[in-house]
């Protein structure tokens, strides 16, 4: 597989640079906000084709709310979203499905599909025969559920499957909707962390075989060992994008997540380990009720 | 590459010869089909042997080939008897329970809640509302009630379902509003009936027949009506199949393979409301079909409502139709109301699906 190398790439990409490269995504000054409170405010970002981009923040930081715009699931109040130089607000949601689409940390379970039904529905945008699949569609989905693993769950029900195959399963349904840009929301959640290696190699693969993917996760190590780059989101702000190396540091962490941390690297890769807070800083102490009274 | 397909070739042939994996649907389908029409014809032909008058089965089956070839019935008894009074009852048998279980299993996939079924929305309250007033202020006697009945049922549950579909998008058009807004509704319509016949319990009588449902006075008039009134919007229910299977995913991941959610959703309620008004306007209410055969069905055929829809619309006709054949029978020559009859079946097996499923669909 012949790609540029986003290593090479990011340079001249520091501290958010809107630097002129084949881009798949442009956000332009977006806000966006449920009832009167904004929750995403002058966004600006450029994601190059086949990045694999983390986007990092605290709960409620607006990660999933910033990839619902981008969607078009809920329509913005300012700005521009451009997605493969095509303005999102212009396309209808038949167009948009083919250039981008959300992956979910999970889904109900509580319908009757088998896997390979499941996986289909990803195909759903393409389809031209009005009833069946055409052998075509067939053989993308039965390809993608090889390369992830779970063409021998095909006709297994989806709730009957783990955790860790559900995940699989739900990366093919995005794959075979063979969209430009990716956007993965918390992928690992549920998983144990061979699982979450597993994901996390599926996901680097997509983006080196040309599809752009964009990561929402809590596990800042997982995305600095795998992302070409990092995106911190506070209180609906990007407070740092760029690569991993330089968006990871002691300072930005506690701006956005308010916990001190140490930062080791290791060949060039950030690795953040959380430091107890000193006593005076402790925000919550939690103690046995009594304890005091029995001596403890 | 190479070495992938081939190797992707290899499982797809053990799957091949596993299970007949690439048209494994189609074929299953193609099953469910052959053997249900195969069945529903068997039982209309059985059905029609059914009354006062006896007819053997190869003496119906000679009959209705003869109306079918004749288009209409010669001076011969049997004929008549057949064309004008067994044939229009079981066909409206058909269409009802056709109809009832495409709109439960519609409305289950399109409020992503499996335990609804079409009278969820208020239509059949709604309707019996309308039959009782109407029944009630006298304008159902005689010849008028052919018309006045069904009128009364249609504009009643149109009006009933209206109001909740206008409460449930108010309060925001979650799935969960149209069942509550449907409860309310017909919770509310319930208590106007029981004082409506409170104060009129001498005529009460009159509508017992119809609250319980019952195919008993069907006219060939009223049956063309309810074949097409069912036939249309079940046609149209089947073409909206593969939607139906993404709204499956929730409504945002829906939008996301390009389905504008909101649209799909008022289009199909207002569909499965005039399927169901259609359903309930001249053979009453019938609870249960609606609930019980999508579930069946989605037991055996699995959730693809390629599958779901053909199937419990074949499925839900034959249960209607068994169901029927019933209360001719048992009490012979007097009749059963299918309506409890179908209720009192449905009852158990409805418990014993919620105790055995009901925890998986957390509710």
Known sequence: ?296 | MKEKSDAVSTVEKELDKKLGYRSRNKQRLMMVLAIGILGIIVLFIYSLTMGVYTLSFSEAMGDFWNILTNLGPSDDMGEKIVYYSRMPRSIGVLCVGAGLATAGAVMQALIRNPLVDPYITGVSSGASFGVVLVSMLGISIGPLATISVPMAAIVGAVVAFGITMLVAEVAGGKAMSYVLAGVIMSTGLSSAITLVIYYNVQDYAGVMKWMFGTFMDLSWDSVVIMFFGTIIPIIIAMTFARKLNIMLLGEEQAQYLGVDVCLLKRCLMVLIAILAAFCVAYCGVIGFVGLIVPHVCRMVVGGDHRLLIPTSAVVGALLLLVADIFCKTVAAPSELPIGAIVAIIGVPFFMYLMIKEGKRYAM
């Not at chain 1, 086949?50 to 699931?73: D, H, Q, W, Y």
């Not at chain 1, 009833?131 to 297994?156: C, P, Q």
């Not at chain 1, 144990?192 to 599809?211: A, F, H, N, T």
């Not at chain 1, 009720?289 to 029995?294: R, Y």
């Open chain 1, 1 to 296: 597989m012949q790609c540029e190398a986003p290593e090479q790439m990011t340079d001249f990409l520091c501290g958010g640079g809107r630097a002129d490269y084949n881009t798949i995504l442009t956000v332009d000054g977006l806000r966006f906000g449920y009832g009167s409170e904004d929750v995403l405010e002058s966004i600006n970002i450029d994601v190059g084709r086949n990045e694999f981009v983390a986007l990092l923040g605290p709960n409620g930081s607006g990660k999933t709310t910033l990839m619902r715009c981008i969607n078009k699931v809920v329509s913005i109040r300012e700005g521009v979203i451009k997605i493969d130089g095509k303005d999102v607000d212009a396309m209808s949601k038949d167009s948009i499905s083919r250039l981008c689409t959300t992956v979910p940390a999970d889904i109900p379970t509580d319908f009757s599909l088998s896997t390979k039904e499941f996986v289909s529905l990803g195909r759903y945008p393409y389809i031209t025969n009005w009833w069946w699949e055409s052998k075509e569609d067939n053989d993308i989905v039965e390809k993608t559920m090889y390369d992830f693993g779970i063409l021998h769950y095909a006709n297994r029900r989806i709730h009957e499957l783990s955790s860790g195959e559900r995940a699989r399963a739900l990366l093919a349904k995005g794959v075979v909707q063979e969209p430009r840009l990716i956007m993965v929301d918390e992928p690992s959640a549920h998983l144990d962390i061979k699982y979450k290696v597993q994901v996390m190699e599926m996901l680097r693969g997509l983006s080196r075989s040309g599809l752009t993917v964009i990561m929402a996760s809590h596990d800042l190590n997982l995305a600095s060992r795998y992302c070409d780059k990092a995106m911190l989101l506070h209180k609906g702000r990007i407070v740092a994008y760029g690569p991993c190396a330089e968006v990871m540091t002691p300072e930005s962490i506690r701006e956005v997540f308010d916990i001190d941390v140490k930062v080791i690297h290791d060949h060039g890769i950030p690795y953040i380990i959380p430091t107890p807070p000193s006593e005076g800083d402790i925000e919550f102490k939690v103690e046995l009720p009594g304890c005091e009274k029995n001596g403890f």
